[in-house]
């Protein structure tokens, strides 16, 4: 393989992640493709002036006049070696297996309340997911503790297990779940589609295939987005 071939291999290669990136499967013109890139990815934004200079010389090199794509000019061997690098950067698949996988501290609904609180004060977490025999009931919360121990305060009463503030953490339209295989993208998908719609996400929740009735194998939280602003 000429370097003209392995340029152009390259350049197919990243025009796909970049299709990948943006979150489209529709044809767009490769500089708007590598904008909206460039917005989400941290490769896509540091080599961006370098892609818009290799898309130039993609059209270099290759002559369109009759319509049949004839290699006119080789590139050199440091271009050749630069966009299979780019390439590589941003054809890396970022599953949320690679990141995200860790143990998940649940709850059930006959778990005292207090308890659990403990719980997550020793492990420093904010929240915790409740399980029923059918799968995941929602998401318990400090906010949601800080309000039953307020109220108890005025009115005591005998509620000191989980399912007696079922109402408050049945909130399953603000927890999402992907599988293991997820790409890290979708997770970014997830927080801007929400944003769109005015709605907060209080958990992503990964589990073996995505389905909320299998077992928590990593959880993503707000604290996450950081992180994956940063980097994706």
């Known amino acids: 393989m000429d370097n003209a071939q392995r340029f152009l291999s390259a350049y197919v290669s990243i025009e796909k992640s970049l299709r990948q990136i943006v979150g489209t499967t529709r044809y767009s ?103 029923s025999e059918q799968g995941i009931v929602g998401l318990l919360t400090l906010d949601v503790i800080a309000k039953w121990a307020c109220a108890e305060l005025i009115t005591p009463s005998q509620r000191k297990q989980v399912r007696d503030i079922y109402e408050e953490i049945n909130d399953n339209d603000k927890v999402y779940f992907l599988s293991k295989n997820a790409n890290v993208y979708e997770v970014v998908q997830i927080y801007n589609n929400s944003m769109r719609k005015g709605k907060s996400v209080l958990a992503i929740i990964i589990t073996e295939d995505g389905i909320k009735s299998q077992k928590p194998i990593g959880i993503i939280t707000v604290s996450d987005l950081p992180y994956i602003l940063e980097y994706f």
């Open 29 to 131: 013109k490769f500089y708007l493709l590598l904008q909206e890139a460039a917005k989400k990815n941290k490769f896509a934004q540091k080599y961006e002036i370098e892609l818009q200079e290799y898309a130039d010389l993609r059209n270099a090199i290759v002559h369109q006049r009759d319509g049949m794509g004839k290699i006119i000019a080789q590139p050199t061997d440091d271009a050749v070696e630069d966009i299979e690098k780019i390439r590589d950067l941003l054809s890396e698949n970022p599953s949320v297996s690679k990141y995200f996988l860790k143990h998940v501290s649940v709850c059930h609904l006959d778990d005292d309340i207090l308890d659990i609180e403990k719980r997550m004060r020793e492990h420093n977490i904010s929240k915790i997911p409740v399980y």
